[in-house]
């Protein structure tokens, strides 16, 4: 479909079906990190939502998630999205099968038109020069038919991210001039991603200038990927098909619940964008974090004089370079350094801040345990 101005019509997809384990004891099955509240404004889908309306209708925006949350994530999310546009999974099946399905719906229901697909956990701090990105993102995806991916200048050697490489000797694709920062917006072609790489990995990819963290954005024309879809993921493509037969029909829900779980595996990262020869990258410089883990507070809120990131009742002694969040109890620590202390109402997380992508090992050991109650 296209908008009067003569430009195809947006939509916006955001993936909201993670667990959000490295932030236990706060993100819990039923109340993930996309529903919580960890800036003090609003829960991070909300803020996404927010985010991407500058540039997406809101009657564009869909979200899709796991039927677990569903329920909740309507309620978080009531007044700012429809409650029909929340597309539930009855089997969590990998962000390939996540974003096909949103394709797909879109097909059936609109036709072809701009897919912009965001996580719904991420922190934005400059949504001015967020939207500016976007919105070329989407012009470019229109324009020329190409995989549009967002890459980030990285602050900082991190293991946790994956990195795209390109060669900025390469003719740009294109460019605009960012009103928010005076600076060039150009897009080049990816020469390559790369999975989380060790810490002396990693390294060496700051100092050569030529990588980017990856930061999960995307952008395209739906008829453009679902082609790749076709092409290099048939066996998904095929489910996908049965799926999008059913959609607006009495047979959806049915096939949706009896399809969906039978979808392989496998992210879109791997599935396409890594096999796809027709990927561009534009820089996102609007101040991104994924807010992984705990250690990602250090992002969101300012620090006290001795580095300390402080959530809730606090009273720190000597203590330097720590992260307490606390909701119910007061926290108070003596001579600490490098800490994260986590309370909640049922849990106590106490590690060294060097460890906190090792939160999630405690979600498994719970999982083995059978200790739901702590899930």
């Known amino acids: 479909m296209t908008e009067g101005n003569g430009k195809m019509e947006r939509y916006g997809i955001i993936m909201a079906g993670g667990g959000g384990t490295r932030f236990w004891p706060l993100s819990r099955r039923e109340v993930p990190k996309q529903l919580l509240n960890l800036t003090g404004r609003d ?18 925006i869909y979200i899709v998630t796991n039927a677990v949350q569903a329920e909740l994530m309507e309620k978080v999310t009531e007044g700012r ?68 991916t967002i890459g980030i200048k990285p602050t900082n050697p991190a293991t946790g991210y994956g990195y795209i490489k390109y060669n900025k000797k390469v003719k740009e694709v294109g460019h605009t001039i960012s009103k928010e920062s005076g600076k060039r917006i150009a897009a080049y072609p990816v020469a390559d991603f790369v999975e989380k790489p060790s810490l002396s990995t990693a390294k060496s990819y700051v100092e050569q200038g030529c990588y980017l963290w990856n930061s999960g954005m995307f952008v395209w024309k739906t008829s453009v990927i679902l082609k790749y879809f076709e092409e290099l993921l048939p066996d998904v493509y095929e489910c996908l098909l049965e799926i999008e037969e059913a959609i607006g029909t009495d047979k959806e829900k049915e096939t949706i619940e009896r399809v969906y779980p ?34 990602a507070l250090d992002t969101l809120y300012d620090a006290d004089g001795n580095n300390n990131v402080t959530y809730g009742e606090q009273i720190h002694i000597g203590s330097k370079n720590c992260i307490a969040y606390g909701k119910n109890k007061l926290i108070a620590t003596i001579g600490l350094d490098n800490v994260i202390i986590v309370e909640t109402e049922d849990a106590i997380l106490v590690c060294d801040k060097n460890k906190a992508q090792d939160v999630k090992k405690i979600v498994e050991i719970l999982e083995e345990q059978g200790k739901t109650e702590y899930l």
């Open 43 to 60: 829960t991070m889908v909300n803020e996404t939502i927010d985010r991407i309306k500058k540039s997406v209708r809101g009657e564009n």
């Open 81 to 148: 999205l429809e409650a029909k546009h929340i597309l539930s999974e009855p089997a969590a099946r990998n962000t390939a099968a996540c974003i096909g399905y949103a394709a797909v719906e879109i097909r059936k229901k609109y036709g072809d038109g701009v897919m912009c697909v965001l996580a719904s956990d991420h922190y934005i701090k400059n949504g001015a020069a967020y939207a500016e990105v976007m919105d070329y993102a989407m012009e470019l995806a229109e324009k020329t038919d190409r995989l549009v």
């Open 262 to 295: 039978t979808i392989p595996k496998i992210s879109v990262d791997y599935g396409i964008m890594e096999r796809a020869d027709n990927v561009i990258m534009l820089e996102g410089d609007f101040g991104w974090s994924d807010v992984g883990s705990w250690d």
